[in-house]
């Protein structure tokens, strides 16, 4: 199972909500156990703070699962069965260090061979989860989003430049983009060579697509490949 | 150009960029030109003339050009592969179809002779980019027509090679044009004649000449010349030599000018030396001074090599195929984009990656579903390539001991969409403890970069026989570690590739050498059928001689990066004990003493295997010990070894360091110990040991822990 270390350092001081996140983790897996250390933490706050230190990666928790799984079917709706359920294998979800990891049964097994300050990758990475665990989804993910999505996105060669350094698409950059998208429908970003660019959020429906005036904003940039390069260092 | 050429109405000579040649269409020509060919070209009596001004302008390079002819090549090319910088010469008589082509024009065209190079240039260009521009439509069968001759050469090698057979041909037509001067030309101007003799000679400056020189700012001009001047003599000593002077004093000129106009320190140039015969080593120098050509690779898993260069292409990428021998890489000439950032690059299509890389993984080649390692995996290049050999199955272990560099490892293989790899930052020599049971394992071991100066210029000056040996040492512990994590009883796999970017002997043959002593491990051929065998010997040592199974690339006759590949397969998960022993009887000491990590590594294994439960196939028990790979050789090894421990001792200052580098204090002192004990006294230990050792393993661990503390 998993181990749970407080460590009470009084050197070390981690912001509110950190805590907070780290006592709604904590409790999700303990249920009531952890509401009684919360409380005394609760009275020795301004000292002590606490450190979730977790064995090697760990299966999310429902929580978790769900506010990822929110996050993904933005992009593939349904298909993300498709992801848990393959043909090749057993697939699985896995956090380490925050980040989520998609991979196979198989080299999970081996993975945990490795301990957990030393591993830095396993399989896929599909995103992270912030501090207000809310799940922030990578452009890692893109390799497992564009086959499986349901709305997307075509730009013109000339705005490939632009998006893949982090711009919004606007409607003259606009190439081709699914029929009935709705406003906010998380859409998957392609040049017109259909090779996979990123992902991010229609602004406008397709409907409105259509009358509205070139400068304006069609799809919110959330990640692109230019990320690769731009930024490498958080990726990981 | 001539008074008569006009620039606007110019008409196009050759074949053209785009044209395709007729099938057949150079022997055709050949017939033709036969009669031309077989007699020497004569020039016009202008040309003529101005042959002699040039030769009495600069004499030399005649030599020069004449002793590369006697320069040997491995290749099956040697017959005219020759460096591509010297181009000024006199005419073209070239005899492949390539030349005879461009023979035509020029006649026609009533080109003097003396402008002939100019026009060798352009028409070689003009074959260049007519590879380019066939790129698209050719396919496998048309590479295998094109270039049947030299194909495990780059293309651009090619090129070079072209220039090459130019030169040849030029060199013959000098050569006639001075027999022709030696018997018509005296009377025209005999002072031509005199001048050539006396610049023959080349003259070891004395010792106050030197002196003045050194007060004088330095002429790099003059030093380059003496370069060449004394290379020729040294190739020739006994009839070109100074009376009185030995070949000592030329080389140590040689060397001191080396230093100076390639900004090389002395040790490395005395290091490069050792290596390479002295008309390729300024080759080898040369080539350091120049940028290898930027080369790509082919993602398949996304994408086919097709696609990728029409996609290129159409971005206004100059690019060629890399050669027969790779069939997903890439050439890229010019660009007019940043080829690290195209959106092609971004989405995963290829990989920027050397030449030379691509060796190691081919030697390799894993197989579909195997377990491989990546010893030191950044910038995941290699990595990369074994996931697409392995088409995204099996397991992939990318490992490095720098946690910054595997940021670029963790980018890369999400770009280029790897999805079997864990990538973990333990240090290479902990790794048989983490994880063993590998089908493959590939070490691309650090190392002092003496291969790749172009690259990195800092290495001709910053390193020293102390970072050769440092790295030379953790080599040898890596190299261990690396087989240890083999599993040998993988029906498929059991091979390990080690590999360098150094082409030091030490750093190489020696630590393979070292490995085949110490483990159950025999080297195989690497299956990469271009390269220059390694060393069996190399100065006082001798290696085993399977090493000539390994290969070695220059960036002078391959055209990539300074390397060396060699490819071992295991035999037996049992770890030999017999070296332990020999080196109680002074055959194995001098290694013993220069690296102790490998009997601690024997030590520390064995007690880790016991409670390795994590391996996830367990290796056969150390009981049934044999000593299996040392006999053969042995006699061979004894003597040379016994010179090196004596040399050893002489630069014991470097030993702290490099058992520093280990970073373990205890194992020092036990070493210190053993070099202290007499020989008799260290075998009756071992015997002592042997003997724990047969009734309990675990004892005999505890033994020598003890003992280390």
Redesign the interface.
């Known amino acids: 199972m998993l181990n749970i270390h407080y460590i009470l350092d009084p050197a070390y001081r981690m912001c509110r909500h950190t805590i907070a996140s780290c006592f709604r983790l904590a409790s999700s897996v303990f249920g009531t156990h952890v509401c009684l250390v919360s409380a005394a933490v609760e009275q020795l706050k301004p000292l002590f703070c606490i450190i979730l230190y977790i064995i090697n990666m760990r299966p999310l928790t429902d929580d978790e699962t769900k506010i990822m799984f929110e996050k993904l079917s933005k992009y593939i709706g349904e298909n993300i069965k498709l992801l848990v359920d393959r043909p090749d294998g057993t697939y699985c979800f896995r956090l380490h260090k925050d980040r989520v990891f998609y991979i196979?049964e198989?080299?999970l097994k081996?993975?945990t061979?490795?301990s957990r300050d030393?591993?830095?990758?396993?399989?896929?990475?599909f995103g992270k989860f912030t501090k207000t665990q809310k799940f922030r989804l990578h452009?890692?993910a893109l390799?497992f989003l564009a086959p499986y999505a349901k709305f997307k996105v075509w730009v013109k060669p000339g705005a490939?430049?632009s998006f893949?350094y982090g711009n919004h698409i606007l409607k003259s950059g606009l190439g081709r983009i699914t029929e009935n998208t709705e406003q906010y429908q998380g859409v998957v970003v392609y040049?017109m060579?259909d090779?996979?660019?990123g992902f991010g959020v229609a602004a406008k429906s397709t409907q409105v697509c259509r009358h509205v005036d070139p400068m304006s904003i069609v799809v919110f940039h959330q990640a692109d490949?230019?990320e690769?390069?731009r930024c490498?260092?958080t990726?990981? | 150009m001539g008074r008569k050429l006009d620039p606007t109405n110019k008409v196009k000579r050759g074949p053209g960029r785009k044209a395709r040649k007729q099938k057949g269409a150079e022997t055709e020509v050949a017939k033709f030109l036969v009669d031309e060919e077989r007699e020497p070209k004569r020039l016009s009596s202008r040309g003529r003339r101005r042959a002699l001004k040039r030769a009495k302008v600069s004499p030399k390079p005649k030599e020069t050009v004449e002793k590369h002819t006697e320069k040997g090549f491995t290749d099956e090319n040697s017959k005219w592969l020759k460096p591509a910088k010297r181009k000024r010469s006199l005419d073209d008589t070239g005899d492949d179809s390539d030349t005879q082509w461009e023979e035509v024009e020029e006649e026609e065209s009533g080109q003097e002779a003396g402008d002939a190079f100019d026009e060798a240039e352009q028409s070689d260009d003009d074959d260049d980019k007519e590879m380019v521009d066939d790129y698209g439509a050719m396919d496998d069968s048309e590479e295998e027509e094109d270039g049947s001759d030299g194909e495990e050469l780059l293309p651009i090698e090619r090129a070079a090679k072209k220039q090459k057979k130019l030169e040849e041909a030029m060199e013959q037509e000098s050569d006639e044009e001075r027999e022709e001067s030696g018997s018509e030309g005296e009377d025209e101007d005999d002072t031509v004649q005199a001048n050539i003799d006396e610049m023959d000679r080349f003259k070891l400056p004395g010792a106050e000449e030197r002196e003045k020189e050194e007060a004088m700012p330095i002429d790099l001009q003059s030093i380059h010349q003496r370069i060449k001047d004394n290379v020729d003599v040294l190739s020739d000593f006994a009839d070109k030599r100074e009376e009185g002077k030995g070949r000592a004093e030329y080389l140590s000129l040689l060397k001191k000018d080396l230093c100076t106009y390639y900004s090389y320190n002395w040790f490395l140039i005395e290091k490069l030396l050792d290596i390479f015969p002295l008309s390729e080593l300024v080759d080898f120098l040369e080539a350091n001074e120049i940028q290898r050509p930027v080369t790509i690779r082919t993602n398949t898993l996304k994408t086919r090599r097709r696609d990728l260069a029409q996609a290129l292409i159409n971005r206004g990428v100059n690019l060629d195929p890399i050669g027969k021998w790779s069939k997903v890489g890439l050439v890229i000439f010019d660009s007019s984009v940043p080829i690290g950032a195209t959106p092609e690059y971004l989405a995963g299509h290829y990989m920027l990656q050397g030449a030379s890389s691509f060796l190691p993984v081919m030697a390799l080649s894993p197989q579909e579903g195997e377990s491989v390692l990546d010893m030191s995996c950044a910038p995941g290049g290699k990595t990369t390539y074994m996931a697409q050999l392995m088409r995204n199955t099996g397991i992939i272990v990318a490992n490095d001991a720098n946690a910054d560099r595997l940021k670029s490892v963790m980018g890369n293989l999400h770009r280029l969409g790897v999805t079997n790899t864990i990538i973990c930052n333990y240090d290479g020599r902990q790794f048989p403890k983490v994880m063993g049971g590998f089908d493959r394992v590939l070490l691309d071991a650090p190392c002092s970069g003496t291969g790749v100066i172009s690259k990195d210029p800092a290495v001709k000056t910053s390193k020293d026989e102390a970072d050769i040996q440092r790295s030379a040492h953790l080599q040898k512990e890596l190299i261990l570690s690396a087989i240890d994590s083999l599993n040998a009883d993988s029906p498929s796999g059991g091979y390990l590739v080690y590999c360098t970017c150094s082409i030091t002997v030490e750093e190489n043959e020696w630590v393979v050498d070292y490995a085949l002593k110490k483990r159950n491990v025999k080297l195989v051929p690497t299956g990469l059928d271009f390269g220059k065998e390694g060393f069996t010997r190399f100065k006082e040592r001798r290696f085993h001689p399977s090493l000539r199974l390994s290969r070695r690339f220059y960036p002078h006759s391959h055209n990539m990066d300074g390397f060396f590949v060699a490819k071992l397969k295991k035999f037996s998960n049992t770890i030999p004990v017999k070296p332990v022993n020999k080196t109680a009887e002074a055959d194995d000491e001098p290694i013993g003493t220069e690296t102790p990590a490998p009997s601690n590594e024997t030590a520390r294994k064995s007690a880790t295997k016991t409670k390795a439960k994590k391996q996830p196939i367990s290796k056969p028990d150390t009981e049934t010990k044999k000593e299996t790979n040392e006999s053969p050789a042995k006699g061979m090894w004894e003597k040379p070894t016994r010179v090196l421990k004596k040399k050893r001792k002489v630069e014991g200052t470097t030993q702290p360091k490099t058992v520093a580098v280990e970073g373990n204090a205890a194992k020092r002192e036990g070493v210190g110990e053993k070099k202290k004990g007499s020989k008799f006294e260290k075998k009756d230990e071992q015997k002592r040991k042997r003997l724990m050792k047969k009734n309990n393993r675990m004892g005999k661990n505890k033994f020598r822990k003890l003992q280390r503390v």
């Open positions: 196979s198989k080299i081996l993975a061979n490795i030393k591993l830095v990758s396993a399989g896929t990475c452009i890692t390799d490939e430049q893949l040049s060579a090779v996979p660019l490949i230019g690769y390069i490498e260092d990726l990981t």
